[in-house]
């Protein structure tokens, strides 16, 4: 299996979608690149807060993410939900379906449910629980993102460094989520840059 890195910004801007939608259940995308058998998440496209459901709308989203990932030289790579009740940490029915479309057009894509448990000032621990597809069924990685258990599958997981936390925090705290759009937003207001939210990039960049 690959390692899997995942970029202060691409953490980020799915747990500030989180942030933002706290009463809703959030899905978006991860746009990864992948260099000698190592994929590492660049960035987030946050898609919806008010549908859970595979929909017409959902492939549209797609298809212009793919559009741009194309146009970065990426690819998509993942993709995330956030649900209503913070105490559900497992991949729903309708999730996995949404995470095998997107496993339909990249073969090493993978599912993460976001605990938002883990996104409180006191947690140490990403909010990131990432699902595989192993014989068609999503299987969570345990001890992902636990660099104590070197040789393990969850150790194939990892934080790009030890800011990453810090800096979601941070934002949080700032209430930096503000600045994010989703897919859903676009569609009431089309001046608004669901796919690149450039000004949460430079917050992101400079926090």
Not at 58 to 80: E, P, R, T, V, W
Not at 108 to 134: M, Q, T, W, Y
Request: with cysteine.
């Amino acid at each position: 299996m690959s390692e899997h890195t995942v970029s202060s910004q691409a953490y980020a801007k799915a747990v500030l979608h989180c942030a933002k939608y706290p009463w809703a259940t959030v899905q978006g995308l991860f746009l990864t690149e992948t260099k000698d058998n190592k994929i590492r998440y660049i960035d987030a496209i946050p898609l919806s807060h008010t549908w859970t459901q595979l929909t017409p709308m959902f492939d549209i989203a797609l298809q212009q993410a793919q559009i741009y990932a194309a146009s970065k030289n990426l690819s998509i790579g993942g993709y995330y939900v956030a649900y209503e009740d913070p105490n559900n940490i497992q991949l729903s029915a309708s999730s996995a379906l949404l995470a095998k479309a997107v496993l339909a057009i990249n073969s090493n894509a993978v599912a993460f449910v976001i605990d938002a448990k883990h996104l409180a000032p006191e947690s140490v621990r990403s909010g990131l629980i990432p699902f595989v597809s192993v014989d068609a069924q999503w299987k969570e990685q345990a001890g992902a993102f636990d660099s104590g258990k070197k040789g393990g599958k969850g150790s194939e997981f990892v934080l790009e460094n030890n800011r990453v936390l810090v800096t979601a925090k941070k934002l949080i705290a700032e209430r930096a989520e503000a600045a994010i759009h989703d897919f859903d937003e676009h569609l009431d207001d089309v001046s608004l840059d669901w796919l690149q939210n450039p000004l949460l990039n430079e917050q992101i960049r400079t926090a």
